[in-house]
């Protein structure tokens, strides 16, 4: 889906905020086929699993991480963040937010919710690099 953002502009805030509303539209429509991650059920379940599937998960978790990282500080040298904040943080945001959507949205048996969630940290990020807009 990032991928799919570089090819529509250059500038790496709107890669990112676009990359995020695709990421919002696609998880929104596998969230209603299929609620549930198979990702938080291995990290919750950790116990169930052997040490090379807990490796595998946490090498898939930090690659995760630092791809966003990356992505948010090619976006921090265009675009320095407005407020004070940690740039790991705002990357680790994402996936909390991504998890913590689907678990929320199945608890409540609200499948679209993740897409809103994901959306409200578009928004944030908008924030953080751009103002608050007038």
Do not use: N
């Not at 599937?53 to 407005?82: C, D, N, S, Y």
């Not at 929320?104 to 944030?124: C, D």
Request: aromatic share 8%.
């Amino acid at each position: 889906m990032f991928r799919r953002a570089e090819e529509l502009t250059d500038d790496p805030l709107q890669v990112y905020l676009v990359g995020l509303k695709l990421l919002a539209e696609t998880l929104a429509d596998a969230q209603a086929e299929r609620p549930g991650c198979i990702v938080a059920t291995f990290i919750y379940q950790d116990q169930q699993f052997d040490r090379r599937v807990r490796g595998i998960l946490r090498e898939m978790t930090e690659t995760w991480r630092a791809q966003f990282l990356a992505r948010i500080e090619a976006i921090a040298a265009v675009h320095p963040p407005r407020v004070a904040i940690d740039l790991q943080d705002l990357a680790d945001m994402l996936m909390s937010t991504v998890d913590g959507g689907i678990v929320v949205a199945k608890a409540l048996g609200r499948p679209r919710l993740l897409e809103s969630q994901i959306l409200a940290y578009r928004t944030f990020v908008r924030t953080v690099f751009l103002g608050v807009p007038a």
